[in-house]
């Protein structure tokens, strides 16, 4: 069965820390994977990723992909409390065309 | 605002009526999917259109639920008979030809 696993669950740092999330994956004929950011509303996309090794960055946030070890890292840089969130990997697998297996995010809280 | 909507934002409903949310994706993206998501879970996906066309549904969708696309711009899901495990945020997104996938605000319903 695809599943998609986030460590940690939960994560509290204060402002300034740099933080690294995790997502590994097990799931049939990847396609690619991504990031999203929730609040408390719906789920905001940050990056895709379907290529190993290649960086994606957006300010501070950045992240990578490991195909061979099936697994991506999301890194926020410098953290702010506007970072803190819910942190959600979704992988799109299989002969599926469209949904997406997530993960049950990492809750980032982030104190001043 | 051009991102995707959805209607309503809030529902509660009393067990066995029926429901009926919106979803207008980005004017330009052709796929369409609807995710269920729980408190501390990621979302789940339930199905998907590539146009007007249901490509692919999810063994969570039973058969009181049903979605429609009928002319490949807006999507209706209706839940048939509610029952509180009925209960959750139904999220609704869109894409280009699958590259990432925008979530809408999402719509939250209560069954009491």
């Known amino acids: 069965e695809d599943k998609v696993v986030q460590s940690p669950l939960s994560l509290v740092v204060h402002e300034g820390d740099t933080v690294t999330l995790n997502c590994s994956y097990e799931?049939?004929?990847?396609?690619?994977l991504l990031w999203y950011k929730q609040e408390k509303k719906a789920p905001t996309f940050l990056f895709m990723l379907?290529?190993?090794?290649i960086e994606k960055k957006s300010g501070r946030l950045s992240s990578i992909l490991d195909k061979k070890e099936l697994f991506s890292i999301l890194n926020i840089t410098a953290t702010q409390t506007g970072d803190s969130a819910v942190y959600l990997c979704a992988v799109e697998a299989g002969g599926s065309q469209g949904n997406l297996i997530f993960g049950k995010g990492t809750k980032l809280s982030v104190k001043p | 605002d051009t991102g995707v909507s959805q209607d309503p934002r809030h529902k509660i409903t009393k067990r066995g009526q029926n429901v009926t949310f919106r979803c207008d994706p980005i004017s330009e993206h052709n796929r369409l999917y609807w995710y269920r998501q729980t408190l501390g879970q990621g979302p789940e996906f339930l199905t998907y259109?590539?146009?007007?066309?249901?490509?692919?549904k999810s063994r969570l969708l039973s058969d009181r639920f049903s979605a429609e696309r009928p002319k490949g711009s807006f999507s209706t899901l209706e839940i048939q008979r509610t029952e509180q495990g009925d209960s959750a945020m139904y999220l609704c997104?869109?894409?280009?030809?699958?590259?990432?996938?925008?979530f809408g605000p999402g719509t939250r319903l209560t069954v009491t």
């Open positions: 259109f590539q146009n007007e066309a249901q490509l692919e």
């Open positions: 997104a869109s894409s280009l030809s699958g590259i990432g996938q925008y």
């Open positions: 379907t290529s190993s090794g």
């Open positions: 799931v049939t004929n990847f396609r690619s």
